[in-house]
Structures are given as structure tokens and as C-alpha cells.
């Protein structure tokens, strides 16, 4: 009988957010028949692969839906790139200014950054 390996990606809870967005990242979107995507895109490019690949356009405001690994999350359309990086993804966005913190949302940083004394 053959043996089948299947890889199960870590859930939210137990992601560690030390990946940066230059990084590899396989697409775990649902597709159909219960398929993932599984192109290979950079962390950068989350945002066009999105759009070109699962068709995410539209208004800022419009709903969508993640279907990340059966997330099935409902939020604005401008939130989609942030709640995959954050939540699926890991990435982290380190302070270049003092070196020392990272902070899982860009917003998060830009906002560290206005106090942040250096190292």
C-alpha cells in the first residue's frame, strides 16, 4: 500500500513571527476540490499574487473571505495582505533603528518607530 506524506501548516496560535517578507512562501489558498494553490511566491508579492492568482480586487471596503488553509475569516479587502502576513505567514517586521524589537504588523512598527531612541 503506498504511503502518502502531507504536510500540515502550524497553526495561528503557534506560528512564530521570525519570517520576513523577502522569504519563500508556498500559497496554502483554497482552491477548488479542496486544493490548495501552492504556487511559491515572495512575501512581497503577496498582494499581486492575490489579485492575479485568486482574482482579490475591487474597493478597499469590499468583503472578502480568507480561504487560507480553511481560515474562512470574513473581512474588508483592505485587510486581506496584513491578516495573511500576520496570521498565516509570520512575518515579522524588525525595528532597523534600534535593532531590537520585531513586531508582527508593519502599522505596529511605523508606530515604534516614532519613539524609538536607537540602540
Known amino acids: ?8 501548516p502550524p497553526s495561528s496560535s503557534t506560528l512564530a513571527h521570525d519570517h520576513s517578507l523577502d522569504e ?3 500559497c496554502w489558498w483554497d ?9 511559491l ?14 482574482g482579490i480586487r475591487g474597493a ?3 468583503p472578502v473571505c480568507c480561504r487560507w488553509n480553511r481560515c474562512n475569516l470574513a473581512m474588508k479587502k483592505e485587510s486581506i495582505v496584513r491578516h ?3 496570521r498565516h505567514l ?11 524589537k520585531s513586531f508582527s504588523r ?3 512598527l511605523n508606530r515604534h518607530k516614532k519613539t524609538c531612541s536607537g540602540p
Open 1 to 8: 500500500m503506498p504511503q502518502f506524506l502531507s504536510y500540515t
Open 24 to 26: 519563500l512562501f508556498q
Open 31 to 39: 482552491g477548488e476540490y479542496g486544493l490548495h494553490c501552492n504556487d
Open 41 to 54: 511566491f515572495r512575501g512581497n508579492d503577496l498582494s499581486a499574487h492575490l489579485r492575479d492568482v485568486h
Open 60 to 62: 478597499d471596503k469590499s
Open 84 to 86: 495573511v502576513e500576520e
Open 90 to 100: 509570520g512575518i515579522a517586521h524588525p525595528c532597523d533603528t534600534c535593532g531590537k
Open 106 to 108: 508593519q502599522d505596529t
